[in-house]
């Protein structure tokens, strides 16, 4: 029966996983407001502007099971299309934080920017992950690289849009400048990134859906065997896979490897802005100031490219190795990454360190998935995926913490800035030393790369 039915081309829904996950991805353009939002509320202190950044995050993963229960019960594209109303609407409503005293205007933003918003992006991206994995049996690690891809993908369109819109500078990729943009500030940026999310999110959403009861790719048989590349004998309820010790050691290692990679996404543009102006004193003049940060949302954007590319690249390294091996690989050199960074002061070898953070990043992305379904089954991919992604939540709010908390400022360095009241004005820059965060997220990574190894995919498949 299945036969005579027409099945979609399984192509489609990949275009529309990267479609959504370019939108949900700006999430990590968050660098590039926090020195504008320091500006405005110059009574902020580092860890209070973390926190929406942080929040966002943990949300993020907390509401991708919620996502995944749901897009289980009522299908993807229902799913994915709410979570980009409500992300569109948590953006648009944080434009008016600028009216609120301080302390108002941080909790506005964290509900709106960081609980609504982290809503959105959590139920909306667990869709395109969930759905591409049942029509690509014969593909796992790929298509899910290919499914987040997007994801990683998008701050390297949106960082550059949303620096130029709140300092009126030119549109640039590779520091290179496209076209000019209006000076609208930080806040009503917020209200137009809304928009262009909303929409973009809700027309890929229309893409997904989910393969007929019993699909398998034309000419694919499912593998034989007990190793990890192999298709599992069970589908796991959440229940019984929690009970796996496989689970937790999964769990630890992929809290590791987030930890570094968005201490280092969430923070790249301030730890190059204290590198830069380190070296400066002051008053640094305005054309400077605005190289500075133009240099800083390059490396954002550049670190989005081996981010997204990550996902794919060992998304396919892991379908033709074994996947812990794979993860083995990749968590050796992130941690030696980490632990060498704040040696990397020259932005050649700055942009160096970075992009291998975001390289191996974003194969977390990609692997994580992949081994779940791997060892767990598909059936309740959705919201057995979305508690091992609490690891991404947990890791988002202790990288950019570390970060903040382990940060020692050594110096203030004014400078001259028009952002974001439209007059040029002195401002004190606190020049930090990142060097501890450092250190603790590569030390971390390194343990992971033993721990990954104790998983035993012959265990895990005896519930």
Known sequence: MMAE??????????????VIQVSLGAVYIWSVFQSPLLEFFPSWTETQVTLPAQIVLAFFALSVILGGRFQDRLGPRVVATAGGLILGLGLILARFAYAFEPTGALVWLILTYAVLGGIGIGVAYVCPIATCVKWFPDKRGMVTGLAVAGFGAGAFFFAPLARGLVCGDAYSLFNVALFNLPQIGVFNTFMVLGVIFLAIVVAGAQLMRNPPEGY????????????????????????????????????????????????????????????????MT?????????SVTAVGATAVSILAIFNSAGRIIWG???????RRVTLLIMFLICGAAMLTLDFMRVFPLYLLGVSIVGLCFGGFLSVYPALTADFFGTKHMGVNYGLMF?????????????????????????YLTTCPRGTIQEVQFAVGNYSMAFWVAGAACLVAAVLIMQVKPDKIQQK
């Open 5 to 18: 039915k027409k099945v979609m081309n399984r192509w489609w829904v990949v275009a529309g996983a990267l």
């Open 216 to 279: 398998k790719p034309e000419g694919w048989n499912p593998p034989v065997g007990t190793t990890a590349a192999s298709a599992p004998k069970v589908d796991f309820t959440p229940g019984e896979m929690l009970r796996t010790p496989a689970f937790w050691l999964l769990w630890v290692t992929f809290f590791a490897g987030c930890t570094a990679g968005l201490q280092i996404i969430m923070k790249a543009s301030p730890i190059w802005q204290s590198f830069s102006f380190g070296e």
């Open 282 to 290: 002051g008053p640094v003049p305005h054309a400077t100031y605005l």
């Open 316 to 322: 396919k390294v892991s379908d033709m190795l074994d």
């Open 390 to 414: 609490t690891a991404f939540g947990a890791g988002g709010i202790m990288g950019p913490y570390l970060a903040a908390a382990l940060m020692r400022i050594v110096d203030h360095v004014p």
